[in-house]
C-alpha cells in the first residue's frame, strides 16, 4: 500500500534548525501537491505549509512564514520541511502528505523544541 515515511524530527533548541524529509513508498513524488501538517498534545491539527504539483504556489502557515521552507527533490523523490528559528510552540507531532488523485499520509514525527 502506497504510503509516506517522515524523518528528521528530534530535540531541537530554541533558535535552532531541524529538516524534515518525507519519502514516498511505491509511488514518485513528482506533480503531487505535498503538504505538512502538526499536531501538538491536545489542539487541533494545523497546516504548516503546501506546495502544488508545480511548485509554483506555495503557502506558510502566517506563524512560520520566514521560519519554514518546503521544497522537493525529484531526483531523491524526497520532499522536505527546512525549519529554523525554532520556538517552543513548533512542537508537534509533523506529518506530511501527498495529494495527486487521493491523498497518502505519512505516520508523523515528533518535533521537541526545548532548552
Known amino acids: 500500500q502506497w504510503h509516506l515515511v517522515e524523518s528528521g524530527g528530534g530535540l531541537a533548541q530554541p533558535g535552532g534548525s531541524l529538516r524534515l524529509s518525507c519519502t514516498p513508498s511505491g509511488f514518485n513524488l513528482e506533480y503531487y501537491a505535498i503538504g505538512w501538517f502538526r499536531q501538538a498534545p491536545g489542539k487541533e491539527r494545523e497546516g504548516v505549509s503546501c506546495?502544488?504539483?508545480?511548485?509554483?504556489?506555495?503557502k506558510y502557515k502566517d506563524s512560520v512564514k520566514g521560519r519554514f521552507t518546503i521544497s522537493r527533490d525529484n531526483a531523491k523523490n524526497t520532499a522536505y520541511l527546512q525549519m529554523s528559528s525554532l520556538k517552543g510552540e513548533d512542537t508537534a507531532v509533523y506529518s506530511c502528505y501527498a495529494d495527486l488523485l487521493r491523498r497518502y499520509w505519512g505516520q508523523g514525527t515528533q518535533v521537541t523544541v526545548s532548552s
Open positions: 506546495t502544488s504539483g508545480n511548485d509554483r504556489s506555495i
